[in-house]
């Protein structure tokens, strides 16, 4: 059983609620960073209490990584344009221009506070890395499905790599946060290559 299904089986806030604090949190990270960020503060900002706050998650890191998990807009799994580069481009297109450059930011912040405190990373590697890569499997295993992708091609199990890694190389070697086109122009120009797909 994976710790979302645990901590949602033992959940008694509404699925309306659970959405208000995710966003609270959110907001606050964003405001505060990871290491200011206190319990008390999300408890206070959600008129919530700390006790309410430790049944539903064991503590911050299990918080924060699953309001960010809530936080994404659509996960890979749920798009499906009939193509897998329809697919990937269209996750570009689900991310809010102006969101874009805050959650990079947002991201850079948490990586970074990531690899100086273990709990976090591992939160983050349970609740919010592992269940991407299991969603882009799915997306992949669909263009594999309709006979659109070899199943031995080994660029397959490096989707979620080309395309992170292509938005973290832009930031360092270029010192420009990427943007849609730049994504869309990568896509065609790294991922579907790579996979032999037609764009």
Not at 45 to 52: L, Q
Request: charged share 30%; glycine share 4%; proline share 6%.
């Amino acid at each position: 059983m994976s710790p979302e299904t645990t901590a949602a089986r033992r959940s008694r806030l509404t699925p309306e609620r659970e959405r208000e604090l995710y966003e609270a949190v959110v907001e606050l990270l964003r405001e505060v960073g990871y290491e200011a960020l206190t319990m008390d503060a999300v408890a206070a900002r959600t008129r919530s209490s700390k006790a309410t706050l430790y049944r539903q998650w064991k503590g911050k890191p299990e918080l924060v990584a699953t309001a960010l998990r809530h936080h994404k807009p659509v996960s890979p799994a749920d798009i499906d344009t009939g193509t897998l580069a329809g697919d990937l481009h269209e996750l570009v297109r689900c991310h809010d221009e102006s969101d874009i450059k805050r959650d990079q930011e947002l991201m850079r912040g948490l990586a970074h506070a990531a690899f100086q405190n273990d709990d976090l990373f591992r939160a983050l590697r349970e609740l919010l890395i592992e269940p991407e890569l299991v969603s882009f499997r799915v997306l992949v295993q669909r263009a594999v499905d309709r006979g659109e992708l070899a199943a031995d091609n080994p660029a397959r199990d490096f989707v979620p790599h080309m395309l992170f890694g292509g938005a973290l190389a832009r930031s360092i070697i270029e010192g420009i946060d990427p943007d849609p086109a730049y994504s869309h122009r990568y896509i065609d120009a790294v991922v579907v290559p790579a996979l032999q797909l037609s764009s």
